[in-house]
């Protein structure tokens, strides 16, 4: 089991930033695929952005393309997502997850489904306001 823990939320206004960091467990000899989710209230959960175990491929979310970015520090063992031009239907619980099970050549949908990572953060709030 990855344990993983999220931090960097926050509450900011419409067209503002965030970085969010998830710190992991695992080997550094041994990186997974991870990948960003986030859940508003009374919704399901859903992709964002996901990438590879060393960074060769990522996925985004149509909602977030050109938006947001992901990308990975294998060394610090820790996960990112930059957040610009944010808007308020951005604003939910993110959080990050480990161990995709999914085959290597996976569909974008695929690698953004929640059903398909073993391991998850305990989340962190983005709150964007209008």
């Known amino acids: 089991q990855v344990q993983l823990v999220e931090s960097g939320g926050g509450s900011v206004q419409a067209g503002g930033s965030l970085r969010l960091s998830c710190v992991a467990s695992?080997?550094?000899?041994?990186?997974?695929?991870m990948g960003w989710f986030r859940q508003a209230p009374g919704k399901e959960r859903e992709g964002v952005a996901a990438i590879t175990a060393y960074s060769g491929a990522t996925w985004y979310a149509d909602s977030v393309q050109g938006r947001f970015t992901i990308s990975r520090d294998n060394a610090k063992k820790t996960l990112y997502l930059q957040m610009n031009d944010l808007k308020p239907e951005d604003t939910a619980m993110y959080y990050c997850?480990?161990?995709?099970?999914?085959?290597?050549?996976?569909?974008?949908?695929?690698?953004?489904?929640?059903?398909?990572?073993?391991?998850w953060g305990q989340g962190t709030q983005v709150s964007v306001s209008s």
């Open positions: 997850a480990a161990r995709f099970t999914g085959p290597n050549k996976s569909t974008r949908d695929t690698r953004l489904a929640p059903p398909k990572y073993l391991d």
């Open positions: 695992y080997s550094t000899d041994d990186p997974y695929s």
